[in-house]
């Protein structure tokens, strides 16, 4: 893991600082309808692939792009969804079974988090929010590294789609990234569908 005091690290700060300046005025403008654009293409992208499939999102905060809309439409696919629960500060996250209406609790952070009795769940398709993005599949985060742990540990459990979703104000020319960042697959804004390498 990357030291807090390199120069490396330094730059994400920064780059992380400018991302959430860059997205607040955005979700304040478009936060309104942004969340059924989103729904709208990810359910076109993965067409005739959600029933039976366990999806994890997240609860949203800040200037996320709201998810919401997107949990109550797979549960009508026949899709399973997902919260992610933070299990310690260096393990990766363990995901438990959330549809609406479903009791939620306070966890670390201020994150929204499914029940500690809910059903642990393994997903097939990964959502996690970001403050920005690159063409190749980049995704810049909060600095914890959860969603790069959890990745790799489902990643090397079986297939696994990882899926950045935001704004598309959110892309930046490059994403720093070093050997323990674990890179999207596909990156759906309110605007567009991006997969990556493709």
């Known amino acids: ?12 700060r920064s ?22 654009a989103l729904t709208e293409r990810f359910r076109a992208a993965f067409a005739g692939k959600l029933s039976g499939a366990v999806v994890s999102l997240y609860w949203p905060m800040r200037d996320e792009i709201d998810v919401r809309d997107l949990i109550d439409a797979l549960a009508a696919d026949g899709a399973r969804t997902a919260l992610p629960v933070m299990a310690g500060r260096d393990a990766a996250l363990v995901f438990r079974e959330w549809r609406t209406g479903d009791v939620l609790a306070p966890g670390t952070f201020g994150v929204h988090e499914p029940a500690a009795d809910a059903r642990i769940l393994v997903p097939d398709i990964v959502v ?22 959890s990745l790799r540990a489902l990643r090397a459990g079986g297939d696994v789609v990882a ?15 070093h050997t323990g960042d674990e890179i999207l697959d596909m990156i759906i804004t309110d605007r567009r569908i991006l997969r990556v390498g493709k």
């Open 163 to 177: 899926v950045g979703v935001g704004y598309d104000e959110q892309e930046i020319s490059s994403v720093p990234g």
């Open 128 to 149: 996690t929010p970001l403050l920005a993005f690159d063409a190749a599949g980049n995704r810049l985060g909060y600095g914890g590294g959860y969603y790069d742990r």
């Open 15 to 36: 780059l992380r600082a400018d991302a959430a300046i860059r997205r607040a005025p955005v979700h304040a403008a478009r936060g309104d309808i942004a969340g059924a």
């Open 1 to 12: 893991m990357t030291s807090d005091h390199t120069p490396f690290a330094a730059i994400k």
